[in-house]
């Protein structure tokens, strides 16, 4: 937490220390008007005499403005602050978290830092103004309060200081309670958040499987425990006023009764007591502002831990110190023995994969689920690095180049087609940031898009929701597909991309796309063999090992498990063919 501040609030130190100067203008003021108070009661009122206080009524006056003037000034400074703090952090967070590779993020999970982003960055904002607003101030009128009291009235400090005892004994059994009710809060929270995040994306197998009541039940009974927990944090919250006004009302009444006879024996004036009450109000009003900010500490502390913890990771994907420049095409893919796992000490999730593949040749794999054909497509533009072996482009290692440029000669087509909330030309162009409509509508006819982007209102400029939900999965994957070819890459990876379109449609694209690639790499993974039977080379993986390698009349005569797939997808005429 501390690290976090003193990074991010280095650059404004200076409306800081503005910051703490209008802090103390502020308490100052808090402190002199009851002198003021106290001279005018003894110097005017009390002594009988005809003594003008109207300058030091004026005086009160310009004070009690600059009281109020002060900190609503001091507001906007500390509002500035905070929010630019909050937004540094914001976007020095996901700067670095796009720099982490897909094994880095999956350390934490999207949700956790989707958190992270959002609530645990919002709370550190909100700790800022707390500790800014209360913590700055509380402290200066606490002490303050208390010098001058004792300087008005040494006699009465006793009291002044048996009350401060009480308060720092209740605050510290409220904040050290709070704490650890918060903390068990938190977890309770984020079970409710965890399942209604799981019941919402669900819902359709819930009713599918008539599962509502069910569903109902579990989310109240987390829903009791939240309420529980929550009516516990807030007794004790709830304990803050009442306890502190009997404090200083009790304080007050032992004032007045031992003030009365210190002003029967000329100890001192109506005017010092009036005073030292209000100090006393002052010093406790200080202890609530300390204390509450107190009890968000542990709330701020948690949110500065969670963030360090992705901040203090470091890339284990990064461009070497010295990169190799690119050809200006790709014209060779080889694998090197290549081997991968996912953790180490972990199981292989690939093992000794060799092959080499040119421009112009289509590579296909094909294995059951968790062959490792996902991974392998992967490794290609580094999103995970090989565990051993090498992978070379052009013959050039592909850690020695510069991770962008290599993605910038790929083009992914992803197992689950995601699309961007906003239009398909903005999807599209995501692919090729400069593309015009005649290469979106180019790219469209080869992924065989047009005719349903035609249909829309709208055309290109046609609005998507986030993920693309108001398409068909089918429209999602030709839509994904046409970004990739509006690229134009060296490489094309497509991972299962053909599965959600039917027979016809997924002639005419390959039909498309194999002129639009004759000059291109292309590796297919896909579970159809009529999707990979005209590809140049086949490899069959299982169970992360490369256990044929040909063509598809080659693998039928000569491998079992490319041949065991085929019988389940094909007729006996196209066995035979």
Same mark, same amino acid.
């Given at each position: 937490?501390?690290?976090?501040?003193? =990074?991010?609030?280095?650059?404004?130190?200076?409306?800081?220390?503005?910051?703490?100067?209008?802090?103390?203008?502020?308490?100052?003021?808090?402190?002199?008007?009851?002198?003021?108070?106290?001279?005018?009661?003894?110097?005017?009122?009390?002594?009988?005499?005809?003594?003008?206080?109207?300058?030091?009524?004026?005086?009160?006056?310009?004070?009690?403005?600059?009281?109020?003037?002060?900190?609503?000034?001091?507001?906007?400074?500390?509002?500035?602050?905070?929010?630019?703090?909050?937004?540094?952090?914001?976007?020095?967070?996901?700067?670095?978290?796009?720099?982490?590779?897909?094994?880095?993020?999956?350390?934490?999970?999207?949700?956790?830092?989707?958190?992270?982003?959002?609530?645990?960055?919002?709370?550190?904002?909100?700790?800022?103004?707390?500790?800014?607003?209360?913590?700055?101030?509380?402290?200066?009128?606490?002490?303050?309060?208390?010098?001058?009291?004792?300087?008005?009235?040494?006699?009465?400090?006793?009291?002044?200081?048996?009350?401060?005892?009480?308060?720092?004994?209740?605050?510290?059994?409220?904040?050290?309670?709070?704490? =650890?009710?918060?903390?068990?809060?938190?977890?309770?929270?984020?079970?409710?958040?965890?399942?209604?995040?799981?019941?919402?994306n669900g819902m359709r197998v819930i009713r599918a499987f008539n599962k509502e009541e069910s569903e109902k039940k579990r989310f109240s009974a987390v829903s009791a425990e939240v309420k529980d927990t929550s009516s516990d944090l807030h007794r004790y919250l709830l304990m803050f006023p009442p306890v502190m006004s009997f404090i200083v009302n009790f304080a007050n009444i032992l004032v007045l009764w031992f003030g009365a006879h210190y002003?029967?024996?000329?100890?001192?004036?109506?005017?010092?007591?009036?005073?030292?009450?209000?100090?006393?109000?002052?010093?406790?009003?200080?202890?609530?502002?300390?204390?509450?900010?107190?009890?968000?500490?542990?709330?701020?502390?948690?949110?500065?831990?969670?963030?360090?913890?992705?901040?203090?990771?470091?890339?284990?994907?990064?461009?070497?110190?010295?990169?190799?420049?690119?050809?200006?095409?790709?014209?060779?893919?080889?694998?090197?023995?290549?081997?991968?796992?996912?953790?180490?000490?972990?199981?292989?999730?690939?093992?000794?994969?060799?092959?080499?593949?040119?421009?112009?040749?289509?590579?296909?794999?094909?294995?059951?689920?968790?062959?490792?054909?996902?991974?392998?497509?992967?490794?290609?533009?580094?999103?995970?690095?090989?565990?051993?072996?090498?992978?070379?482009?052009?013959?050039?290692?592909?850690?020695?180049?510069?991770?962008a440029e290599l993605r910038e000669h790929i083009g992914v087509v992803p197992q689950k087609a995601f699309l961007f909330g906003g239009s398909i030309m903005e999807n599209l162009r995501r692919g090729k940031r400069d593309a015009t409509e005649e290469e979106a509508n180019h790219a469209l006819d080869v992924a065989q898009s047009r005719d349903f982007v035609e249909e829309k209102e709208y055309g290109l400029y046609t609005a998507l929701t986030?993920?693309?939900?108001?398409?068909?999965?089918?429209?999602?994957?030709?839509?994904?597909?046409?970004?990739?070819?509006?690229? =134009?890459?060296?490489?094309?990876?497509?991972?299962?991309?053909?599965?959600?379109?039917?027979?016809?449609?997924?002639?005419?694209?390959?039909?498309?796309?194999?002129?639009?690639?004759?000059?291109?790499?292309?590796?297919?993974?896909?579970?159809?063999?009529?999707?990979? =039977?005209?590809?140049?080379?086949?490899?069959?993986?299982?169970?992360?090992?490369?256990?044929?390698?040909?063509?598809?009349?080659?693998?039928?005569?000569?491998?079992?498990?490319?041949?065991?797939?085929?019988?389940?997808?094909?007729?006996?005429?196209?066995?035979?063919?």
């Open positions: 937490m501390i690290e976090l501040y003193a =990074k991010f609030l280095r650059p404004y130190w200076k409306k800081i220390v503005l910051i703490v100067l209008l802090s103390m203008l502020a308490t100052l003021c808090s402190l002199m008007l009851p002198m003021l108070s106290k001279r005018i009661i003894d110097e005017g009122v009390l002594s009988g005499e005809n003594v003008s206080y109207g300058g030091t009524v004026a005086l009160m006056a310009v004070i009690a403005v600059l009281s109020m003037l002060f900190p609503a000034v001091n507001g906007k400074f500390i509002s500035e602050t905070a929010m630019s703090f909050s937004r540094n952090l914001r976007a020095e967070f996901f700067k670095h978290v796009l720099s982490l590779s897909q094994r880095d993020l999956d350390q934490f999970g999207t949700a956790s830092l989707i958190g992270r982003q959002g609530n645990d960055i919002m709370q550190m904002q909100l700790g800022l103004v707390q500790l800014l607003t209360f913590m700055l101030t509380a402290p200066l009128m606490c002490i303050g309060g208390l010098i001058v009291a004792l300087l008005t009235s040494p006699r009465l400090a006793w009291i002044v200081l048996a009350a401060i005892l009480l308060c720092l004994a209740f605050v510290a059994f409220v904040v050290g309670t709070v704490r =650890k009710i918060f903390l068990l809060y938190q977890e309770k929270l984020d079970s409710v958040n965890r399942l209604a995040r799981e019941s919402l002003m029967t024996d000329h100890l001192a004036t109506y005017g010092d007591i009036q005073a030292f009450i209000q100090y006393l109000t002052l010093i406790v009003f200080g202890m609530m502002m300390l204390s509450a900010g107190l009890i968000v500490l542990p709330r701020v502390q948690s949110a500065g831990s969670r963030i360090t913890e992705v901040l203090h990771v470091a890339p284990s994907i990064r461009d070497a110190e010295q990169p190799q420049e690119l050809a200006e095409h790709i014209r060779t893919l080889e694998f090197k023995g290549v081997s991968f796992r996912y953790s180490e000490g972990g199981a292989n999730a690939l093992s000794d994969i060799s092959f080499t593949v040119s421009a112009g040749q289509t590579l296909a794999i094909i294995g059951g689920t968790g062959a490792g054909k996902s991974t392998l497509l992967n490794l290609i533009p580094r999103y995970y690095d090989t565990s051993e072996g090498a992978i070379l482009v052009n013959g050039c290692d592909i850690r020695n180049l510069r991770q986030p993920g693309g939900t108001n398409l068909s999965g089918g429209q999602r994957q030709r839509l994904s597909i046409a970004r990739a070819v509006i690229r =134009k890459p060296d490489i094309y990876l497509f991972d299962d991309s053909f599965s959600a379109l039917d027979f016809k449609t997924d002639a005419a694209l390959r039909r498309a796309l194999s002129k639009e690639t004759r000059n291109a790499i292309v590796i297919i993974v896909a579970q159809r063999i009529s999707t990979i =039977k005209s590809a140049d080379q086949i490899l069959v993986l299982e169970n992360g090992k490369l256990v044929g390698q040909g063509t598809h009349s080659e693998l039928l005569a000569n491998n079992d498990v490319y041949r065991e797939i085929a019988r389940s997808q094909l007729s006996r005429e196209e066995m035979g063919a």
